[in-house]
Each structure stands twice: as structure tokens, then as C-alpha cells.
């Protein structure tokens, strides 16, 4: 398939489908309704054809241009046909197709005779075949019920506007009754159908199809349906015809379609409608026609005498046309010699449809492009609606139902003319064809086939005449025998068939026999009414054609001696008497004779009459009837020249009578020639003022768009004209000129104005004679006013046209007076910009504003001092190769900035400038997006140093930090104190002893912290104090390793000390002079636990005796070291002293841990 920028909608060729469009009155309508279905994309190619105005310019471009998105142009030669576009016939013209490419001829052809639609769809069914797509649409007459049939014979569709549906359903109707239409709808739906017939259509491929056993189904479901068969059809073309049915009703597999044709009995009508093609037209291919005349027919009528017949077959006659082309050229031939005698054209055909029409010999108009002038005035007769044959060459033709494979031909046949028929046979049903038509002719008989039939026996049976226009003659030779295909079929002949040839059919074998003729006496065959079927050879001479309009009839053709015997006879049978003879006695040609008139009725109706010429003249014979006296026949005679007379006067009547009809027929005639002239300009008309409807109805709306934009401006606006007399004024113009409704058509400078009319009069006659516009500012009288004066001289789409002028005055006395203050406060905002861009300037803030791309635009002092460059110096260059050590960061915040139009606020900057050096600054910045309607067109930046800030911050919040937990730890640890010694102590002195000593202890570490700032103590100078000052070296062993501890810890750890220092001075080591202390600590580390271990152990002390439970010094331990530090205390009372043993994890004595406060007691 091709690419989907149109859509599926072309065949597998790839070529565009190309949609021609006809209509006439009531097509504007249609075209918009069409057109409004298209989707803003498709592949179609349109092609609009309509009646047009010759002398007028269509407004069908503009008009339609606005009903689709699909571009519309009216066609020029030459114009290259593309899908997705739209093309209209312009006016004047014939339009055609040819090699994809429009082609225009000027239109000459009269009124009444132009048929542009047909012509354009002829084209198109030459040029496309089965990409093309013929669409009727409304109007009058019958413009392309001939192409539609061509376009239908090429492989092409036909859409049908449905004719309930169309303003005119002229053309669609007689569309339709063409039988060429493929889908009747209305004109809005079009589109989606042929979207789906083309896209089944162009999946569809004969593989689907080609399956024998469907294809016999189909036919033979046919058969049953229409006693037809077509299992000989060519399968190419029986393939094809289905294809077409299924792409139509949309089903793209065979089962569906059998099933569809099974259950709905339509169907295997349409398809058999479509398989006989039914596509004709008078004098179809003229040269082959013009040979026809000279090569056969003048050969046929110059061998045909009066009692002759000429006898021609039309097999797969259709509408009649072909039938009626060669009645013409015959009835033409027989003028031209005088000749006289008989004509019987058989035209059969299997579509009773096609038949019922081709008997009323009644044709659309388009049938002037197809038969001649003089033949179609000679034999045509005009009704309202198209053209119908004579009777004269109605009775020529006999239209019959008749099949060529089942049913017997006729016999003893001058022409066959079956032309496009056997082409759609295969090979061996086209013999069979051939066998039938040398079987129907009589020796030296003519066969006329059409242009692409070869069957492959013809050379067998037949001669050539014109190779090139398919001509042949039978061979002399016996016939072949007849075997027809369809075995124990009888032909049912339709019950409208006519007289002539059931009894053609009936009687032509047995009496045809040359026994029969040679040896009885003269006979003829009639119907019940008395129609002539058949006569022997030998009564030709008791029979003659009379001058004038002559009937088949035997009472008119017998000789006028036997006229009454034989009318006496027939009176006589027809009122059931058993007479069978009547006798007659007298002269003919001068001879005495006596002749015998039989008649036997048989049992089909028909009536054989016997005219036995045998008997003497002077015998006596009995007969059943009695002999006519001499005074009879005299009587007789006389009644029979009075009745002779009477017959002449009614012939003289009858022919005056004629005349007078046929100088009416051809005034009639001319009358309707006029007419159809007259009707297509009606359409013409019609069309142009559907266009004029439409176009002022837009005017209507664009002068009502109109009036209101005048009623509700607010400007002035006054139309003069070239003698400034005042045409139109807008009502705004009340508020400068003192206006009236009656001061239209006074001249300006007579009405009251608010403004100097001198100087307007002026200035407007200067733009008349130079037609250059003036624009000027004016004042009222008492200047109280102020105008914006614009004259300009009227105009139309080329320039200036009729004179006059247009002045429009706009009241800017307020825009002047806001000018006023304007500038006024422009002045003061420039002193408040200036003012302002001194500040930006000397800001202590660093302020700059950079492109998009990066690069500073401007810069303020105090930035330039960061960055360590002169203000200059910074315009074009980018931030980060100013600062490069910021360029990550400042890249950072710029980007944010860029792709998500949001600020950046206080984010934090920290490295070098050019104006730090070597030393890190911390910079606090603010990014923010300066656009202009929603798009960042530049980013501002603004830097504050806050170094020296942040460090002083810093500092001060450690002091403060510092200086809350000191007081706060030292205020607990007092209460805790306290209310451990008051709890524990028996006397108050006690609680103040107690106190007291802890107090101090407590003193003295945050004195060791003082000194070392509150940061971290060293445990020789916290424990020294407590232990070895007091009771001595030799008293007290201290060892471990160096080891700082942070406040928190030395509070911890310092007060633990205390207590156990006080209770081995109370209860332990330091109660004796002999008693020692040994405080021990280490750093252990298993990999898992890293720890320091601290360990206090009495000795030489009085004996320990092991507690029940833990005293408040215990107990003050334990919770400092557990709650504090998140260590462990074990107390071992052994009898030669108190061990206690702390662990305390490494982390927590570490000085890292020092600005984590917690609370110990």
C-alpha cells in the first residue's frame, strides 16, 4: 500500500483515485454537502463538473473553498491531477482527462446540446479505468447518463445522489434508470463508502476468488435465481464483477459474499445486472457503423425485393440502441433506392429490465451526441424529457427475451449483429456462439461482431469482409448441428413478446419445407387479429404494399379482387360460423379465374389461410357456401365502389389530416428545440443564481457585521463624495458635527461642526485631486478638543474608483492630556531611575545581572571588588571565568535558574576570588529569573560576603552554648547534690559537711575546664587534686596512659574520684595512716569493644566489711558513670580493701564528643 499521508484509498497500481462530480440546478448545495464529509487529509482527486454560466464568472471556488480544508482551484489546460485536491470546471468550457492532466476546449456546441458532464466522464472512464469514480448529483435533464455507462464498462463506480434527496432529481433519475448506477445514496455519506469499497477493493486479488468451487456456486446460484447460467462466463471477467459486489457491500471474503447471495435474493439480481454490463449506444463506433452501410446493408437491400424480407438478429441488444442504428441505416438504404420491402430486426436480449425500456424507444436527451442530425430529426420524435422513435421505427424492431446459449435462434437471417457479447464467454461457449449465428443465417448472411471479439472458428465458417471492423459472411455449406449447453431447457418467451416473432418461433420449420411450397397452393400464417407471420412463395403474388403508412395486417396486404371474399370469410369465422371457404369468381390481371379462400383456425390461435388458385374457371364446384347471384354481385359491386369512394375521401382526409400533423410535428419540434434551449440557460440560470443566493447571503451578513461595527465604534467616520455632499456618517460623528438622518446629501461645509470646516474642506479636496491620504491633528473651535484628522480617498480592490473621500476623526483630547501626565511622570521616574542606579551602583550588596548564556551584562562596584576587576571589565565575560573557583557552584544555580524559571534563594557559596587570594570566602547568593512573557531572557544575581558573619555567629553561639550548659549542668549537679545529702545525712551539719566537700569537688573540676577553656582536661591535673595532693605520693599510685577527657567526662569521672576519695577517708584505705590507694587506667580494645578501664583499689585499710546495700556514694557513682558516660561500675568489697573497677567507652571520654551535653547526676 502506499504511505499513509492520504490515506489508504488507491489501488494496487498506485495511481489516485480520480472522482469526477456532475451536477447542474441545485448542484451548489450538493458540492458543499459532499465536500463537508471529506477529512482534512484523503487521497481522492475531485474533479467538479456543473453548468455554467458561459458569460458570467463562477463564485463556485469561493464559495466551496470554505466548506473544506482540501485546496480548491478552478482547472486550467494543462492542470496535473493530485490527490488531496479539488478542481472545477471553469466557465465556457469542456473539460477532459488525458494522461492525468486536465484539458480544456472552448465550449461552441448550442444551448441545449452542450453535455459536459458526459464528456468529462467519457474521459475519465478512458483515461483512469477502474481508478475512476463517476458521482451524479442533482439538476435537470439527463447530463451523464451516458458517461456513467462508460465509466461503468471501464471497471470504474457510480454513485447516484438519491433523488429524494436532490433539489432536481432530473439527472439522478434518469441516472439511474441508465441501470449503470452502482449505489444510490445520499451525498454525505459518499465519502465513507467509497473509502471502504477502495480499501476492500484494493486487498481484494483474484487468488481470493479463484477457487472453482466457489465460483460454480455463485453461477450456479444464478441460475436458480434467474433460470440464466454464466458457468462459461470468462472468469477473468465473472471474478472481476464479484470482486466489484463484495468491495461495494464490504465484504472481503468469499463465504460472506455466498452467504449474503444466498440469503438475500437482491443481490443475485445486482450481480447479474452487473455481469451483463449493459453498456450501449446508438451508432457505437461510427467507422465500423459506416462500412456496415456500404459493405452489407446496400448489398442486402439491393437484392430485396417487394415481397422480401429483410431479416436482421440483434442478440444482447440491451437498451435498444444497436437495434435501432441498424433499423436506420436500413429504413435509409430503402429510401435511397426506392426499395420496399420488408424489415424485421429481431433484438433479444436476457435482462427484461433493459428490454422493457428498449420497447418504449424512448431515450434521454444525451442522444444528440450520438445520432446524427438529419437521422434524429427524420426518426426521433422530442418529448419533454428526451427523444422517442417513431412508429415507423419501433415496428421495425422486435424486442423479445431470449437467450443466446438455451434457447433456438432464428433462421433464414440476413445480418447477426452481436457486438461486445461473446467477449465475456470463454472459448468454447464463444464456438458454440459462432455455431448459433452460422446456423441462423441464410448463405452469403453477414455477421457483424465487435471490435475485440476473435472467436477461433470464425475463419471455419466464415469469410472476411473488413477485418478491422470485425465484418464476416457465412460460408456456403450446411449449418452445423445445434447442441445446446443447457440440455432439457425450454425457452420461456416473455409474455410481451410481439406477434411476429411467436410466430417466428411456432411455424417458420415445418411450413418452410420446399415440399410444401412447391406443391400446395398459395398460403399465408396470421395471428388471431389478423398480423401477417408467414407466406408461402407462391402467394406473394396475391399480395401487395400499399402507398402509405402500411400494417402487417392481410386484409390490407391481399390484392383488392379478393379483399371482401377474404374479409367475408373472416367475419364469418370470427362469429363462430362452420363456413370454411369462400369462393370467388372474376378477373385479376385480365384473367378469368376462380379462387377458393380457406381458413382453419389451429389450435394455438393462429389461422392458416388458403388460397386455392387450382380450379377451373368455367367447372362448376359444390362449395359450403352459396354462390354468388349476378344481381348479388352487382350490388356487391356497387357497395364496393361506394365503399371505394367513401375510402378515398377518408385517405384524402387521413392525408390532409397528416399533413397538418406533420407541420405541427415540426413546429412541435422547433417549439422544443427552443425549450431545450431555453432549459439550459434555465440551468445556467439556475446555477448562477444558487451562486448569487449564497454570495448574498454572505453580504447580508458582512453588511449586518458591518452596520454593527459602525454602531458600535467610537470613532468618527463620514463618507463625502467628489462634491464633499455628505453619502454616510457613523454615530459617533453626532459628538463633532451637529448630523441629522436628512443631512445626507448636503454638502459638508453647510452642516454645524465643532471643528474649523474650512480647513477640513480644504484638506479634503486636496486628497481628491491628489488622491494621496492626509493625517493631521486639529483642534475644535474652542480648542477645548483635540482630533486625530485621517482623510483618505475612497477605493476599491485596485485603487481609487468613484470620487469621494472617507474622514475618520478619533477624539484624543484624553490620550493628549494622558500624554501630559505621561511625561510628567516619565520625568520623575527617569530621577527615580537615575536615583536608583546610583544606589545599585555603591550598593555594599554585590549585585550583577548575566545573559542567558552566562556572561555578566552588567555589574555594580561592590561585585567588581569581590571578583578583583575594574566594572568594565566584566561585561561579555562568564561568571565562572571570573571566579573559577565558584564555577561548579555558580554553573549549579545559573542552570536551575535557566531550565526551571524559579529563583534560587540564599544558597551558600564558598572558595576563592581573585580578590581573597589564597583565603576561602563564604559568600551567602540569590539567583532570580528576569523574563519577559514567560521566558528567561536574563538571571539576577546578588552576593553578600558573610565570612566574618559566619564565624562571629559561630563563636557566640559555642559561648552561648557553652556558657547554658555550665550553668545548667552546674545548677543540677548542685540540686542533686543537695538533695542526695539531705536525704542521706543524719544532722544538717552533716548536709553541709557533705555538701560542702562536694561542692568543692565540683569546683574544682570546672576550674580544670576553665582553664583548658571549657574543651578537654587532662586526668593527672583532675584526679591529682582529689588524691595524691591530699594524702601524699607515697600514699596514692596514679598510672596510666596520657588521656584527655571532654568536659562532660571530667565532670563524670572527677566526681566518681571524689566520692571514692571520700569514702575510703571515712570508711577505707585513707581512715589509717597505713592505708595505700592505687588508681589505675588503660585503653582496651578487642576490635569489638574499645574502652578505657579504670580501676581504684584499697589496701592496708581497716577490713571491709561486704554491704547489704549500696550507700548514697555507691549509688552517686553509678548513676554518673552509667547515666553520664554509658559505662560500668563494679564494686568488689574484699576484705583487705574496696575494689572498684569503671569502664567507660572510649567515645565518650573523647574531646570529638565534647558539644554533645548530658546531664550525669
Known amino acids: 500500500m502506499p504511505d499513509d499521508t492520504y ?341 433479444t436480449d436476457i435482462d427484461e429490465d433493459a428490454l422493457r425500456m428498449a420497447r418504449k424507444g424512448h431515450f434521454p436527451n444525451s442522444i444528440i451526441d450520438e445520432v446524427p442530425e438529419a437521422l434524429l430529426a427524420r426518426y426521433f420524435t422530442v418529448t419533454p424529457d428526451g427523444y422517442e422513435a417513431t412508429p415507423k421505427l419501433r415496428e421495425m424492431v422486435r424486442f423479445s427475451n431470449q437467450s443466446i446459449i438455451k434457447d433456438p435462434p432464428f433462421s433464414r437471417i440476413d445480418l447477426v449483429s452481436c457486438r461486445n457479447v461473446t467477449i465475456y464467454f470463454d472459448n468454447e461457449l464463444q464456438d458454440f456462439a459462432i455455431t448459433v449465428f452460422h446456423y441462423a443465417l441464410k448463405e452469403g448472411g453477414y455477421l457483424f461482431l465487435g471490435p475485440s471479439e476473435t472467436p ?29 449447453p443447457i440440455q432439457n431447457t425450454t425457452a420461456v418467451v416473455a409474455p410481451d413478446m410481439t406477434a411476429e416473432l411467436e410466430a417466428e418461433t411456432l411455424y417458420r420449420d415445418p411450413l418452410a419445407h420446399p415440399l410444401i411450397s412447391r406443391f400446395s397452393p398459395p398460403f399465408v400464417l396470421t395471428d388471431g387479429s389478423g398480423r401477417l407471420h408467414y407466406t408461402s412463395d407462391r402467394a406473394s403474388k396475391y399480395l401487395r404494399i400499399k402507398p402509405g403508412s402500411t400494417r402487417m395486417v392481410i386484409t390490407q396486404l391481399i390484392i383488392p379482387e379478393l379483399e371482401s371474399s377474404l374479409r367475408r370469410l373472416i367475419v364469418k369465422a370470427d362469429g363462430g360460423s362452420d363456413v370454411k371457404e369462400v369462393e370467388y369468381r372474376g378477373e385479376i390481371d385480365g384473367q378469368e379465374v376462380r379462387i377458393v379462400l380457406g381458413l382453419a383456425q389451429l389450435e394455438d390461435g393462429s389461422r392458416l389461410i388458403v388460397i386455392d388458385d387450382r380450379l377451373d374457371a368455367h367447372a362448376d364446384r359444390p362449395i359450403v357456401m352459396q354462390r354468388q347471384s349476378a344481381d348479388t354481385g352487382d350490388y356487391v359491386q356497387e357497395l364496393e365502389l361506394e365503399l371505394e369512394r367513401a375510402r378515398e375521401t377518408i385517405r384524402t382526409t387521413i392525408e390532409e389530416l397528416e399533413t397538418s400533423n406533420e407541420e405541427l410535428k415540426s413546429s412541435n419540434e422547433e417549439m422544443m428545440s427552443m425549450n ?42 463620514i463618507f463625502l463624495d467628489d462634491e464633499l455632499r455628505l453619502r454616510f456618517f457613523t ?54 478638543k483635540q482630533f486625530l484628522l485621517d482623510i483618505e480617498p475612497y477605493t476599491g480592490e485596485g485603487g481609487p474608483t468613484r470620487g469621494g473621500v472617507v474622514c475618520t476623526m478619533t477624539d484624543v483630547t484624553a490620550l493628549r492630556r494622558a500624554l501630559h501626565t505621561a511625561e510628567s511622570e516619565r520625568s520623575s521616574s527617569q530621577r527615580r531611575l537615575a536615583e536608583i542606579e546610583q544606589l545599585y551602583y555603591v550598593s555594599p550588596q554585590a549585585m550583577a545581572l548575566l545573559g542567558t548564556d552566562g556572561t555578566y551584562l552588567r555589574i555594580n562596584q561592590r561585585m567588581a571588588e569581590i571578583n578583583g576587576l575594574g566594572v568594565d571589565s566584566h561585561v561579555g565575560r562568564h561568571m565562572r571565568d571570573v571566579v573559577p573557583d565558584l564555577a561548579a557552584q555558580v554553573d549549579d544555580a545559573f542552570g536551575i535558574v535557566m531550565e526551571t524559571g524559579s529563583p534560587v534563594l540564599a544558597r551558600r557559596m564558598e572558595g576563592r576570588t581573585p580578590a581573597s587570594g589564597s583565603e576561602r570566602r563564604l559568600f551567602l547568593t540569590d539567583w532570580y529569573p528576569v523574563q519577559n512573557k514567560g521566558e528567561t531572557v536574563a538571571v539576577g544575581v546578588n552576593f553578600r560576603d558573610i565570612t566574618e558573619q559566619t564565624e562571629m555567629s559561630a563563636e557566640l553561639k559555642r559561648v552561648m552554648q557553652e556558657l547554658q550548659h555550665r550553668v545548667k549542668n552546674m545548677l543540677a549537679n548542685v540540686l542533686a547534690l543537695v538533695s542526695r545529702a539531705r536525704r542521706d545525712a543524719t544532722t544538717d551539719m552533716a548536709v553541709l559537711d557533705t555538701l560542702a566537700s562536694r561542692i568543692n569537688a565540683l569546683a574544682h573540676t570546672h576550674k580544670v575546664l576553665t582553664e583548658e577553656n571549657w574543651r578537654a582536661a587532662d586526668i593527672y591535673a583532675l584526679i591529682g587534686p582529689e588524691t595524691r595532693d591530699i594524702y601524699g605520693e607515697d600514699r596514692v599510685s596514679l598510672k596510666g596512659p596520657p588521656l584527655k577527657m571532654n568536659a562532660r567526662a571530667c565532670l563524670a569521672i572527677g566526681m566518681a574520684i571524689h566520692e571514692l576519695a571520700t569514702n575510703a577517708a571515712k570508711y577505707g584505705a585513707f581512715s589509717t595512716d597505713a592505708g595505700r590507694v592505687s588508681l589505675h587506667w588503660f585503653r582496651l580494645d578487642d576490635g569489638n569493644d574499645d574502652k578505657v578501664v579504670f580501676t581504684w583499689t584499697e589496701s592496708d585499710g581497716p577490713p571491709v566489711p561486704k554491704r547489704e546495700r549500696s550507700g548514697f556514694g555507691s549509688q552517686l557513682i553509678a548513676s554518673t558513670i552509667t547515666g553520664s558516660l554509658h559505662g560500668d561500675v563494679v564494686f568488689d568489697w574484699q576484705e583487705s580493701g574496696l575494689k572498684v573497677t569503671l569502664s567507660v567507652p572510649y567515645e565518650e571520654l573523647n574531646v570529638v564528643n565534647e558539644d554533645v551535653v548530658y546531664d550525669f547526676l
Request: aromatic share 6%; with cysteine.
Open 7 to 347: 490515506g489508504d484509498l488507491r489501488l494496487n497500481d498506485g495511481g489516485p483515485l480520480v472522482v469526477g462530480v456532475g451536477a447542474s440546478a441545485g448542484g451548489l448545495e450538493a458540492f458543499q454537502s459532499l465536500l463537508a464529509s471529506l477529512p482534512p487529509k484523503h487521497s481522492l482527486a475531485l474533479i467538479l463538473v456543473q453548468h455554467l454560466d458561459p458569460d458570467h464568472e463562477s463564485l463556485l471556488p469561493e464559495l466551496l473553498a470554505k466548506r473544506t480544508e482540501t485546496p480548491v482551484a478552478t482547472a486550467e489546460d494543462g492542470t496535473k491531477v493530485e490527490p488531496g485536491h479539488i478542481y472545477l470546471i471553469p466557465p465556457g468550457a469542456f473539460m477532459t482527462i488525458d494522461e492525468g492532466r486536465l484539458r480544456l476546449t472552448k465550449m461552441s456546441t448550442p444551448r441545449g446540446l452542450r453535455r459536459p458532464i458526459d464528456k468529462f466522464f467519457e474521459s475519465l472512464a478512458s483515461d483512469v479505468g477502474p481508478r475512476g469514480v463517476a458521482i451524479v448529483l442533482s439538476g435537470t435533464g439527463s447530463d451523464g447518463s451516458i458517461g456513467i455507462r462508460a465509466v461503468k464498462e471501464a471497471g470504474g463506480l457510480v454513485f447516484v445522489q438519491d433523488p429524494s434527496q436532490a433539489e432536481y432529481n432530473g439527472m439522478p433519475n434518469s441516472a439511474i434508470e441508465t441501470g449503470a448506477d452502482d449505489i444510490v445514496l445520499p451525498t454525505q455519506d459518499m465519502y465513507d463508502v467509497i473509502s471502504d469499497y477502495f480499501s476492500i477493493r484494493s486487498d481484494l486479488k483474484p487468488s481470493v476468488l479463484s477457487d472453482a468451487e466457489f465460483l460454480q456456486r455463485v453461477a450456479k446460484h444464478i441460475r436458480y435465481r434467474t433460470g440464466h447460467d454464466f458457468g462459461q462466463y470468462k472468469h477473468a471477467t465473472f471474478l472481476r464483477r464479484i470482486a466489484v459486489r463484495m468491495s461495494v457491500l464490504g465484504l472481503s471474503e468469499p463465504n460472506a459474499y455466498l452467504k449474503e447471495l444466498i440469503s438475500n435474493k437482491s443481490e443475485a439480481a445486482k450481480l447479474f445486472r452487473d455481469l451483463l454490463i449493459n453498456v450501449t449506444s446508438f451508432f457505437r463506433d461510427p467507422p465500423a457503423f459506416d462500412s456496415l452501410q456500404t459493405e452489407v446493408i446496400r448489398k442486402i437491400v439491393q437484392n430485396k425485393g417487394a415481397s422480401d424480407e429483410i431479416r436482421v438478429w440483434v442478440p444482447g441488444c440491451s437498451t435498444g440502441q444497436e437495434a435501432f442504428s441498424i433499423a436506420m441505416l436500413i429504413a435509409e438504404e430503402l429510401e435511397r433506392t426506392d426499395g420496399d420491402a420488408q424489415v424485421a430486426i429481431f433484438a
Open 456 to 484: 477461433r472458428i470464425i475463419d471455419d465458417l466464415f469469410i472476411t469482409v473488413d477485418q478491422r471492423n470485425r465484418i464476416f459472411q457465412r460460408r456456403q455449406g450446411p449449418s452445423r448441428r445445434l447442441n445446446f
Open 676 to 717: 431545450e434551449e431555453l432549459q439550459s440557460a434555465n440551468e445556467e440560470l439556475s446555477t448562477t443564481n444558487e451562486e448569487l443566493q449564497v454570495k448574498i447571503a454572505e453580504l447580508r451578513d458582512a453588511n449586518q457585521d458591518m452596520a454593527n461595527l459602525m454602531r458600535s465604534t467610537r470613532i468618527i467616520t
Open 731 to 784: 454615530p459617533e460623528s453626532r459628538n463633532a458635527f451637529r448630523f441629522v438622518d436628512s443631512d445626507r446629501g448636503r454638502r459638508i461645509d453647510d452642516i454645524g461642526s465643532d471643528v474649523d470646516m474650512v480647513m477640513l474642506t480644504r484638506m479634503c479636496r486636496q486628497v481628491l485631486e491628489s488622491k494621496v491620504p492626509i493625517e493631521e491633528e486639529i483642534s475644535s473651535v474652542g480648542g477645548e
